[in-house]
Structure formats: C-alpha cells, structure tokens
C-alpha cells in the first residue's frame, strides 16, 4: 500500500482524495475524490464520495463509501454502506454493513447484520448474525447460526452448508428464533434446520428440525427430522 501523510479529522470538512498513510476521522468528514490508505479508522462520521482502497478498516461511527470498496481486514463496530460493489478479504462485522452490488473475499465473520444487493463470495462464510443477500451466497464452507429474525438469500451454494437454530443468551425465555429462507440450496454435505427452501440439493443431506423444503434431490444420503416436511424427493445418480 503506497504511503503518504495521515490525515486527521476532528472537527468537519471536505478533504481532497488522493493517497495517505492513515486516514482517522473523529468529527464529520467528507472526501470528495478517490482515496487510497493503508488504515481507515472512522470514531465519528465519514463519506467518501467515489472509491477506497485501504488495508486495514475500522469503523465505530457511521462511514459510507458511495462507489467502490477494498480492504484487506476489516471490523465494523458501528454502520458502513458500500454503494458499490465492496472487495473485503476478511471481515468482521458486530454492527451493520450495506453493500449495494457484489462483495466477495475470503473470511466472513458476521455477527450482525449484512445487506448485499448482488452476490456474496467468500471462501469461509460464518454468521451468527443475520443477511439479506438478494444474490448467490457462494462459499467452501458456511456456517450459519440462527438466534433471531429472518436471514435471506435468493440462493446458497457451496462445499459443506451447515444452518443450525441458536438459543438467544439474552432472551431465554424467549419464543423467537431466527429463520433462513431461500430459494435453492446447493452444497456436498448440506445440514439444516430452522430453514425454508423450495429445493435443495446435495450428495448428502440432512434435514433437521423446523425446516420447510419443497423438493430435496440427493444423490447419496438423505435423513429428515419428523418436524420439518419435505414435499417431494428425488435420489438422483451423477
């Protein structure tokens, strides 16, 4: 990452683009060109108005990038939104993040909450949070735990799918869990629970409780909890 002078804001204003070394907001800031830094740091409240690029991310305020969006780590605290398509290679997100085309990297740790207007690409994807994904989560290995509300994607692919319901630490005697809805499942080994689907596919599939699946086709394994229904299903040969 090319290195430049830090850029520190307290009080408010617009600042040019360009590339810094260290970019620290603690007041209200907008930056109307292109910026390129190795750490992002956001106390207060930021805006860049067209592209980012940066190695390190942190955001315990509110930050929006209105066009693209790179980072090599990434822990959001606060709220961000990406107007763009956002390139995070590792995430964590404990507060809020908005991504209004594609975001795609290699570890997601999620646990709050994601918006994607596109698809989602990731080589590890773990949620203990919830998402709306109004595209194709893609990942070698997603993990999803449910402890409250609806998470979406239209659809979920990927090597090994594992979706399991969370007791919610903080309302135990609490009748909501969380649910996740989609369209397709596709993976090897698919594990789930707490889940609507209109078809699911895999080589092995288990079908846990409080599931809704329309059509599971399998080509090795299939067993199903007594809870959950499954309308129709095919065993088919590769």
């Known amino acids: 990452m090319t290195r430049g002078q830090n850029l520190t804001i307290n009080g408010s204003g617009n600042y040019p683009g360009g590339q810094y070394d260290k970019i620290s907001i603690r007041g209200d800031g907008t930056i109307n060109t292109d910026v390129e830094c190795s750490a992002f740091h956001i106390f207060g409240t930021s805006e860049a108005l067209?592209?980012?690029?940066t190695g390190s991310v942190k955001v315990f305020g509110e930050a929006e990038v209105k066009g693209n969006m790179e980072s090599e780590e990434m822990l959001i605290m606060g709220t961000m939104a990406v107007g763009g398509r956002a390139a995070l290679k590792k995430m964590k997100i404990l507060g809020t993040l908005d991504?209004?085309?594609?975001?795609t990297g290699d570890e997601a740790n999620i646990k709050g909450t994601i918006s994607v207007g596109g698809d989602v690409e990731y080589e590890t994807f773990e949620s203990s949070g919830g998402f709306e994904i109004k595209g194709l989560l893609n990942a070698d290995k997603i993990n999803?735990?449910?402890?409250?509300?609806?998470?979406?994607?239209?659809?979920?692919?990927?090597?090994m799918i594992t979706v399991k319901k969370k007791s919610n630490s903080f309302l135990p005697f609490g009748k909501e869990t969380g649910m996740l809805t989609a369209k397709v499942i596709?993976?090897?080994?698919?594990?789930?629970?707490?889940?609507?689907?209109?078809?699911?596919?895999?080589?092995?599939?288990?079908?846990?409780?409080?599931?809704?699946i329309g059509t599971v086709e399998y080509t090795n394994e299939l067993t199903q909890d007594q809870s959950s229904t499954i309308k129709t299903k095919t065993k088919t040969n590769l």
Do not use: H, W
């Open 50 to 53: 067209e592209n980012l690029k």
């Open 99 to 103: 991504v209004g085309e594609n975001l």
């Open 144 to 159: 999803i735990s449910l402890r409250f509300g609806q998470s979406f994607a239209e659809e979920i692919g990927g090597g």
């Open 186 to 212: 596709e993976g090897d080994i698919v594990y789930l629970e707490n889940t609507k689907a209109d078809i699911v596919r895999g080589k092995k599939v288990k079908i846990g409780t409080g599931c809704q």
